[in-house]
């Protein structure tokens, strides 16, 4: 039997709800053979009080731009939500029951959007409340909705430092509108944690990052009520709120309850009888809580253009000018024509230029300070709002993040990544400084857009196509000024290269991109004068990469190539060219691949690029050396 609920539902029948919620998350776990029950039954009372009297959200409408937030940081725990959604009514029993952890459907065993009421993927722990950060940043800075951002944590993901950067940028952007809820259930999943039921040290530690502490008993629903209807009250010190609730894993089954050893174990289906048993017996209750206050712009933020849009930045060819400062420029310019665009940095703005855009919309600039996964993730939780975010800071210090890059992957958000001081370039600042890794890392991440460019009027071009790139995109830029070489409005698309030089009598072939380009060129200005005709190319697309021009080039070269890059060998550029080649099925290419194969220490950019082997006389060498052995 069904009962449909409106807003308002006593605590009666939420105890009722409570008691389905365990119940589903049993029986669609023991379905599938895996899972999460005891981990979801200790958060069922909090969540049963939150969707049935706190969380305002149209249930028929996941995309109205009004509705709360509800994130899972705890995603491991999605049978417990996935009981939600059958709760409010929007799942059915038979897809909980047979869609669960199955192929092909889109009950996955960590929440992602491919449901329409998730937000982000989580399920790797302590990603789920810094995204929230982004979407209560949306909320409060630029939508100025009332909307607000509820985040299920479990005690065991607080061992993560995301979680305290996490409170730390939410207290100081004053973040009234998101609540921490953290199910504190004692067990992670080979035992006690840390801190176990020590609900002081958690409040100690989460009163220091300047959040307002609650402490409840989470298995109490009228004190669950009473903080939740504190956590929405209006708070004057616009602090976020963190409700610590002290619960028990597997609460509602005595024969589990606060047992390790049950930890991401589905129940056998004697036991699951015995527990629900135990919990009354299935049930079909369908209760929905409040409606937002407002409605909302649910697919993007409001797009009304400025009376005189700034024109794109324009340099002088010849000129030197540093990729970073072009990116500075061309961000800012972008930030005039689309009001959807939003920056973040990490206390480098200065550096990456992205103070540009800081100093000309500072409404729409989030500084993110020394946090490099709170900036990703905050990035990732304006996406989800519809803005176009850009995040930047040293290429070298993106590798920090690189797990919530990779989440933003699989969460589908459009996040664009600009790393700045790439390479040896940079100089005397010496290996902690040099990015070297993160072409690689980026390439590796599913769907995502790599781009190095090799001047200002390349960057200020790519800056403008990432607006719109779907999924992760990532612009390389370089520490010092190099001749522009294209000249204003020149195209470059994604996907696509450059051939600077080219005859029907060309030798070789040279591959280049960011500072290594201009490198090639020396180098193919110097092979003339030995009677060596050199084709240049300019990989700025590094992925997707143009491999209809590199096999074009292997074609007329007789399969000589030289590729040069700032950047470790693995992974990079010349992957990519080779990677490219074997695609197409080049027939026994001849590669040199120079690239940074020691570990540097401090210099000039003239004199690292040269102990690397990645400079114009070193890629002159390689090619005649593949002429020669003709």
Same mark, same amino acid.
């Given at each position: 039997?069904?009962?449909? @609920? #409106?807003? =308002?539902?006593?605590?009666? $029948?939420?105890?009722?709800? !409570? *008691?389905? %919620?365990?119940?589903?998350?049993?029986?669609?776990? @023991? #379905?599938? =053979?895996?899972?999460?029950? $005891?981990?979801?039954?200790? !958060? *069922?009372? %909090?969540?049963?009080?939150?969707?049935?009297?706190?969380?305002?959200?149209?249930?028929?409408?996941?995309?109205?731009?009004?509705n709360d937030h509800l994130i899972f940081s705890k995603g491991h725990a999605s049978p417990?939500?996935?009981?939600?959604?059958?709760?409010?009514?929007?799942?059915?029993?038979?897809?909980?029951?047979?869609?669960?952890?199955r192929f092909g459907q889109r009950l996955q065993g960590h929440p992602t959007p491919v449901v329409p009421w998730v937000d982000v993927a989580t399920g790797s722990l302590g990603q789920g409340l810094p995204d929230g950060v982004g979407v209560a940043l949306a909320g409060k800075y630029l939508d100025k909705l009332p909307y607000r951002i509820w985040v299920l944590c479990g005690d065991s993901e607080l061992?993560?430092?995301?979680?305290?950067?996490?409170?730390?940028?939410?207290?100081?952007?004053?973040?009234?509108?998101?609540?921490?809820?953290?199910?504190?259930?004692?067990?992670?999943?080979?035992?006690?944690?840390?801190?176990?039921?020590?609900?002081?040290?958690?409040?100690?530690r989460a009163g220091a990052f300047g959040a307002r502490v609650l402490t409840v008993d989470g298995h109490d629903l009228t004190a669950i009520d009473q903080a939740l209807s504190a956590a929405t009250g209006t708070?004057?010190?616009?602090?976020?709120?963190?409700?610590?609730?002290?619960?028990?894993?597997?609460?509602?089954?005595?024969?589990?309850?606060?047992?390790?050893?049950?930890?991401?174990?589905?129940?056998?289906?004697?036991?699951a009888e015995r527990a629900i048993a135990e919990l009354g017996g299935?049930?079909?209750?369908?209760?929905?809580?409040?409606?937002?206050?407002?409605?909302?712009?649910?697919?993007?933020?409001?797009?009304?253009?400025?009376?005189?849009?700034?024109a794109a930045a324009r340099y002088e060819l010849g000129a030197n000018v540093a990729t970073r400062k072009a990116y500075g420029d061309a961000l800012a310019a972008l930030g005039a024509r689309d009001p959807r665009v939003v920056a973040l940095d990490g206390e480098v703005n200065n550096s990456t230029y992205a103070v540009e855009f800081a100093r000309a919309f500072p409404d729409r600039y989030f500084e993110m300070f020394i946090a490099e996964q709170q900036m990703v993730a905050a990035a990732t939780g304006l996406a989800v709002r519809g803005y176009r975010p850009y995040a930047s800071t040293f290429a070298a210090f993106l590798t920090r993040a690189y797990d919530f890059i990779r989440m933003g992957s699989v969460s589908g958000v459009g996040v664009r990544l600009v790393g700045s001081h790439a390479g040896l370039e940079i100089g005397a600042d010496g290996p902690s400084q040099?990015?070297?890794?993160?072409?690689?890392?980026?390439?590796?991440?599913?769907?995502?857009?790599?781009?190095?460019?090799?001047?200002?009027?390349?960057?200020?071009?790519?800056?403008?196509?990432?607006?719109?790139?779907?999924?992760?995109?990532?612009?390389?830029?370089?520490?010092g000024g190099y001749p522009v070489l294209y000249p204003g409005g020149e195209a470059f698309p994604i996907?696509?290269?450059?051939?600077?030089?080219?005859?029907?009598?060309?030798?070789?072939?040279?591959?280049?991109?960011?500072?290594?380009l201009h490198a090639c060129l020396a180098a193919a200005d110097d092979l003339a004068g030995l009677g060596i005709t050199a084709r240049v190319i300019d990989a700025y697309s590094v992925k997707p990469i143009d491999g209809a021009t590199l096999a074009a080039a292997a074609a007329a070269t007789?399969?000589?190539?030289?590729?040069?890059?700032?950047?470790?060998?693995?992974?990079?550029?010349?992957?990519?060219?080779?990677?490219?080649?074997?695609?197409?099925?080049?027939?026994?290419?001849?590669?040199?691949?120079?690239?940074?194969?020691?570990?540097?220490?401090?210099?000039?950019?003239?004199?690292?690029?040269?102990?690397?082997?990645?400079?114009?006389?070193?890629?002159?060498?390689?090619?005649?050396?593949l002429v020669a052995d003709e």
């Amino acid at each position: 039997m069904t009962t449909i @609920t #409106s807003p =308002g539902a006593t605590l009666d $029948t939420v105890a009722q709800v !409570a *008691a389905q %919620l365990r119940v589903d998350a049993i029986r669609s776990s @023991t #379905s599938a =053979g895996s899972g999460h029950p $005891t981990s979801s039954m200790s !958060a *069922a009372d %909090l969540l049963a009080v939150l969707v049935a009297r706190h969380l305002r959200y149209d249930w028929d409408k996941p995309a109205d731009g009004a509705n709360d937030h509800l994130i899972f940081s705890k995603g491991h725990a999605s049978p417990l939500l996935y009981a939600v959604y059958k709760a409010v009514g929007v799942v059915t029993d038979e897809e909980l029951m047979h869609g669960y952890r199955r192929f092909g459907q889109r009950l996955q065993g960590h929440p992602t959007p491919v449901v329409p009421w998730v937000d982000v993927a989580t399920g790797s722990l302590g990603q789920g409340l810094p995204d929230g950060v982004g979407v209560a940043l949306a909320g409060k800075y630029l939508d100025k909705l009332p909307y607000r951002i509820w985040v299920l944590c479990g005690d065991s993901e607080l061992a993560e430092g995301s979680i305290w950067e996490a409170l730390d940028k939410a207290s100081y952007y004053r973040l009234s509108n998101l609540t921490a809820i953290v199910d504190v259930n004692r067990l992670g999943q080979r035992g006690e944690t840390a801190l176990g039921w020590n609900l002081g040290a958690y409040a100690a530690r989460a009163g220091a990052f300047g959040a307002r502490v609650l402490t409840v008993d989470g298995h109490d629903l009228t004190a669950i009520d009473q903080a939740l209807s504190a956590a929405t009250g209006t708070d004057a010190d616009g602090r976020p709120t963190v409700i610590l609730a002290k619960t028990v894993k597997g609460k509602g089954f005595s024969e589990v309850e606060d047992s390790p050893g049950w930890h991401g174990k589905p129940f056998p289906a004697d036991m699951a009888e015995r527990a629900i048993a135990e919990l009354g017996g299935p049930r079909h209750l369908t209760v929905r809580g409040p409606l937002p206050e407002t409605g909302g712009d649910a697919e993007r933020p409001p797009t009304t253009a400025p009376a005189s849009p700034a024109a794109a930045a324009r340099y002088e060819l010849g000129a030197n000018v540093a990729t970073r400062k072009a990116y500075g420029d061309a961000l800012a310019a972008l930030g005039a024509r689309d009001p959807r665009v939003v920056a973040l940095d990490g206390e480098v703005n200065n550096s990456t230029y992205a103070v540009e855009f800081a100093r000309a919309f500072p409404d729409r600039y989030f500084e993110m300070f020394i946090a490099e996964q709170q900036m990703v993730a905050a990035a990732t939780g304006l996406a989800v709002r519809g803005y176009r975010p850009y995040a930047s800071t040293f290429a070298a210090f993106l590798t920090r993040a690189y797990d919530f890059i990779r989440m933003g992957s699989v969460s589908g958000v459009g996040v664009r990544l600009v790393g700045s001081h790439a390479g040896l370039e940079i100089g005397a600042d010496g290996p902690s400084q040099m990015g070297l890794e993160d072409i690689a890392m980026i390439r590796a991440v599913h769907g995502s857009t790599v781009l190095y460019p090799a001047d200002a009027t390349s960057t200020v071009a790519l800056t403008n196509a990432m607006a719109t790139i779907p999924g992760i995109s990532y612009l390389r830029t370089t520490r010092g000024g190099y001749p522009v070489l294209y000249p204003g409005g020149e195209a470059f698309p994604i996907g696509g290269s450059k051939v600077l030089r080219a005859s029907d009598h060309d030798h070789v072939t040279l591959i280049g991109a960011g500072v290594t380009l201009h490198a090639c060129l020396a180098a193919a200005d110097d092979l003339a004068g030995l009677g060596i005709t050199a084709r240049v190319i300019d990989a700025y697309s590094v992925k997707p990469i143009d491999g209809a021009t590199l096999a074009a080039a292997a074609a007329a070269t007789g399969g000589r190539i030289v590729v040069a890059e700032d950047h470790h060998p693995e992974g990079g550029l010349g992957s990519a060219v080779i990677d490219s080649l074997v695609t197409d099925g080049i027939a026994n290419p001849r590669i040199a691949h120079l690239a940074v194969r020691d570990m540097p220490g401090s210099g000039s950019p003239e004199e690292l690029l040269a102990w690397a082997g990645i400079d114009a006389g070193h890629i002159a060498a390689a090619a005649r050396h593949l002429v020669a052995d003709e």
